[in-house]
């Protein structure tokens, strides 16, 4: 639901935006009430708070939240991009100590790695999945 809201107040200020950007386009050289000459409008000065665009800042779930773990390699497929680790809990997913498939971001991360080895890993979601995006 809250996606959905998010959604429409982007496309309400879009609209907005495109608005102003046409008027300000169009009325080059024209005074607007005030007696401000609009060609002299400047957008990053707006104050979008004051407008009430309090809900236009930045959806945190928007942005790949980065998270980290340390774990032991039990299995490479590099064929597959994928890397089994033996983990310890992740606090910022809630997830308890567990063992699971990762897939990587970069096959290259595989090389440097054997089964065995204890590693500090970084993983972000994509989609359903979290994928791997650096591991030491």
């Known amino acids: 639901?809250?996606?959905?809201a998010t959604l429409?107040?982007?496309g309400a200020l879009s609209v907005v935006m495109s608005s102003i950007?046409?008027?300000?386009?169009?009325?080059?050289?024209?005074?607007?009430?005030?007696?401000?000459?609009?060609?002299?409008?400047?957008?990053?000065?707006?104050?979008?708070?004051?407008?009430?665009?309090?809900?236009?800042e930045m959806n945190k779930k928007a942005v790949?939240?980065?998270?980290h773990g340390v774990g032991v390699i039990k299995?490479?497929?590099a064929a597959s991009?994928?890397?089994?680790l033996d983990h310890g809990p992740?606090?910022?997913l809630n997830w308890p100590a567990m063992t699971m498939g990762f897939?990587?971001?970069?096959?290259?991360?595989?090389?440097?790695?054997?089964p065995g080895n204890k590693v500090d890993f970084t993983l972000v979601q994509a989609g359903k999945d979290y994928v791997i995006t650096s591991i030491k």
Do not use: P, W, Y
């Open 1 to 4: 639901m809250k996606r959905i």
């Open 8 to 10: 429409a107040l982007s």
């Open 21 to 56: 950007v046409f008027a300000q386009a169009s009325d080059v050289g024209k005074k607007d009430s005030s007696g401000m000459n609009m060609k002299d409008m400047d957008m990053k000065s707006m104050d979008m708070k004051s407008m009430g665009m309090k809900g236009m």
């Open 64 to 67: 790949a939240t980065t998270h």
């Open 75 to 77: 299995e490479i497929d």
């Open 81 to 84: 991009g994928m890397v089994t």
């Open 90 to 92: 992740i606090k910022s």
């Open 103 to 114: 897939k990587v971001k970069d096959r290259a991360l595989l090389d440097n790695i054997k």
